[in-house]
């Protein structure tokens, strides 16, 4: 019953460094959203996933980025060679709808991750 | 290109106080218009979502308005507690693929 979860809360990196995120969406949620958050900013959005398909990685800003949700649940964003740049606040977020919502579906989030990278 | 624009960027108001915050977006094909509260921290919470016919909606003491006309829509605080400090977002939805279109927010501090 529990909403999003992320984890971990807090990551810090050196530069070059490889990066994991997770998400534990909403159970029975089909769609999970991934959205950057710089600081002072709204978030941006990278990635969708409905159920296991990747529909929409046109948010990703490079291929440093990966995202996956092999099993239509868990996902992990991963960053590779990290920059200072990529140091943002990291949000998922899952909706109980796919591609064919409702007008009124909602997208809950997570508290995000806030990956520092040194 | 699709744009949420939201104004003040900040905002300082004594507990007790009104106050209105404002967005302007720029979103085609538009779906629905939503608000959204983000304390430090945390991740974003849904105050109200207004569909393209709507023209207002209220959630306890917070009341949104929306002009399709001008893609304009204001958020209205009534009576503001010191627990409303937070920032408050503006996201515009696409229809079709529903993508969220999100402003840069505007951050209220609510003093005793």
């Known amino acids: 019953g529990a909403g999003v979860s992320q984890s971990p809360r807090y990551k810090v990196a050196k530069r070059g460094q490889d990066v994991a995120l997770r998400c534990d969406p909403i159970s029975g949620h089909v769609s999970l959203f991934w959205y950057q958050q710089a600081l002072g900013q709204g978030p941006e959005f990278l990635t969708y996933f409905q159920n296991e398909a990747q529909l929409d990685k046109s948010g990703l800003p490079s291929d440093r980025f990966f995202a996956e949700r092999p099993e239509g649940s868990v996902s992990t964003l991963k960053i590779q060679r990290t920059q200072q740049e990529d140091s943002a606040v990291y949000l998922c977020a899952s909706s109980l709808w796919g591609r064919r919502a409702p007008p009124d579906n909602e997208q809950f989030f997570g508290p995000g991750t806030r990956l520092t990278v040194l | 290109k699709n744009q949420v624009e939201q104004s003040p960027q900040s905002l300082i108001i004594l507990e007790g106080k009104n106050c209105t915050l404002q967005?302007?977006?720029?979103?085609?094909?538009?779906?629905?218009l939503r608000w959204y509260k983000q304390d430090t921290g945390r991740g974003p919470v849904s105050l109200t979502i207004?569909?393209?016919?709507?023209n207002t909606k209220s959630n306890g003491r917070y009341t949104a308005t929306l002009d399709a006309d001008t893609k304009q829509s204001s958020l209205h605080i009534t009576a503001s507690q010191l627990s409303d400090s937070a920032s408050y977002i503006c996201?515009?939805?696409?229809?079709?693929?529903?993508?969220?279109?999100f402003g840069t927010g505007t951050r209220l501090k609510v003093l005793a």
């Open positions: 967005c302007n977006y720029t979103v085609s094909p538009f779906s629905n």
């Open positions: 207004m569909t393209f016919s709507e």
């Open positions: 996201v515009a939805v696409t229809s079709g693929t529903y993508k969220y279109i």
